[in-house]
């Protein structure tokens, strides 16, 4: 079954720790994306990664960090230094054929103990 | 300005109206247009995809795009509740390297 799955639905996050968004894909698709969402504020861009092995900051990439080590997998690493974690996290996936749109994944919901 | 304005709503219509959902935008180098829905707690799913200006119609949606005025729209036909739904317009240039532009949404609320 095509598609993009993200994991875990929910997560929380004690004080002072790190926790990691998954974010799987099997539409072969070149670029993948990560955006937070916050009530009234729509999709703002973290980070995004074209091909394996290279990703760019995006506009609030501040307290995250993210790898590409596949073309699969575009894990998602929200770090202590992110002072306001609690949001959305939606990853999306694009393919390189022109300007196609992007497809999003169900997304997680983070939230601090 | 900012580059793409949607009014955030939430718009309430009664059911089997036909909704229409706008958006504005200021970069006159956008050339590709979508429309997602957002179900609550889950991801935006693509409903709409043009290129440049003109109508697309699928099923009961409409998109429409006025590239002189700056203006999109998407229209819904016999609305039905389980349309209810937040509907984000996004845009993008024509180069590759361009990112998609996402408007903040429409919540949209189809009453019975």
């Known amino acids: 079954d095509g598609g993009i799955t993200q994991s875990p639905k929910y997560l929380f996050r004690k004080e002072g720790q790190n926790v990691t968004l998954s974010c799987e894909q099997n539409?072969?698709?070149?670029?993948m994306y990560w955006y937070r969402q916050d009530p009234g504020q729509g999709l703002r861009l973290i980070y995004y990664?074209?091909?394996?092995?290279?990703?760019q900051k995006g506009d609030i990439a501040e307290g995250y960090s993210v790898s590409r080590e596949k073309k699969e997998s575009f894990p998602l690493t929200v770090t202590s230094a992110q002072k306001n974690p609690t949001a959305f996290y939606l990853c999306?996936?694009?393919?390189?054929?022109?300007?196609?749109?992007?497809?999003f994944g169900d997304g997680t919901r983070l939230s601090i103990l | 300005q900012k580059e793409v304005e949607q009014d955030p709503g939430p718009l309430s219509v009664p059911e089997g109206a036909i909704v229409s959902l706008n958006c504005t935008y200021s970069?006159?180098?956008?050339?590709?247009f979508m429309w997602y829905r957002q179900y609550s707690r889950k991801g935006p799913e693509l409903l709409m995809y043009t290129y440049s200006s003109g109508n697309k119609e699928d099923g009961r949606f409409t998109a429409q795009v006025d590239k002189s005025s700056k203006y999109i729209s998407l229209f819904i036909r016999d609305s039905q509740p389980s349309d209810s739904a937040t509907y984000l317009c996004?845009?993008?240039?024509?180069?590759?390297?361009?990112?998609?532009?996402f408007g903040k949404g429409t919540r949209l609320h189809i009453l019975p």
């Open positions: 999306a996936t694009q393919s390189d054929r022109g300007n196609q749109p992007q497809h």
């Open positions: 990664s074209q091909i394996v092995n290279d990703f």
């Open positions: 970069n006159s180098a956008f050339q590709y």
């Open positions: 996004a845009m993008s240039a024509v180069d590759r390297d361009d990112k998609i532009i």
């Open positions: 539409l072969n698709h070149d670029a």
